[in-house]
Antibody
Framework: QVQLVESGGGVVQPGRSLRLSCAAS????????MHWVRQAPGKGLEWVAV????????HYADSLKGRISVSRDNSENTVHLQMSSLRAEDTAVYYC??????????WGQGAVVTVSS | SYELTQPPSVSVSPGQTARITCSGD??????ASWYQQKSGQAPLLVIY???QRPSGIPERFSGSSSGTMATLTISGAQMEDEADYYC?????????FGGGTKLTVL
């Protein structure tokens, strides 16, 4: 079965950087686009980024462009989210998710990121 | 940037039909999907490509789309359906979630 396991979350000071990773298993990773979605405490889902199956194409939420970068390693079945200049409002659960044509069909359990001094 | 608009809350009694709407200018051209999220859990896909139901999702969940509005319908809502529901779509490049609708079944 599909498994997505995020790692790299934690407490980080404002202005610092953080790299989240997602280890995928249970499907042919190199055939599917991968997303990052976040959810601030008590708030709704916010789409963050997507990377195509081969890593050649990426798209980012307008609100985060310039501060985030998504990459993948198809040999390791992993996808990464690099975030910089972190702010308090970046505090959220960050989900890694698998694309299914035009939607998302599987989600990880999420990594908690807390931006605080 | 592209937005999808949902009502903040919907309430129904057990056994009644719940309808949650999602409006967006690109919906006539782009599919919508729907996600259920219960407290403390990751989202779960309940409808994709406007009206398709994934394996394992109860038949009481259905979806439709007409013009700029997509609708999630839960026929005979049960207590276990109480959750937040989000629509999701694209404007061609980026993706977007609606603001979410809290469904109360009581």
């Amino acid at each position: 079965q599909v498994q997505l396991v995020e790692s790299g979350g934690g407490v980080v000071q404002p202005g610092r950087s953080l790299r989240l990773s997602c280890a995928a298993s249970g499907f042919t990773f190199s055939l599917y686009g991968m997303h990052w979605v976040r959810q601030a405490p008590g708030k709704g889902l916010e789409w963050v980024a997507v990377i195509s199956h081969d890593g050649r194409n990426t798209h980012y939420a307008d609100s985060l462009k310039g501060r985030i970068s998504v990459s993948r390693d198809n040999s390791e079945n992993t996808v990464h989210l690099q975030m910089s200049s972190l702010r308090a409002e970046d505090t959220a659960v960050y989900y890694c998710a698998k694309e299914r044509l035009v939607d998302i069909d599987h989600w990880g359990q999420g990594a908690v990121v807390t931006v605080s001094s | 940037s592209y937005e999808l608009t949902q009502p903040p809350s919907v309430s129904v009694s057990p056994g009644q039909t719940a309808r949650i709407t999602c409006s967006g200018d690109e919906l006539p051209k782009k599919y919508a999907s729907w996600y259920q999220q219960k407290s403390g859990q990751a989202p779960l896909l309940v409808i994709y490509e406007d009206s398709q139901r994934p394996s394992g999702i109860p038949e009481r969940f259905s979806g439709s789309s007409s013009g700029t509005m997509a609708t999630l319908t839960i026929s005979g809502a049960q207590m276990e359906d109480e959750a937040d529901y989000y629509c999701y779509s694209t404007d061609g490049n980026g993706r977007v979630f609606g603001g979410g609708t809290k469904l109360t079944v009581l």
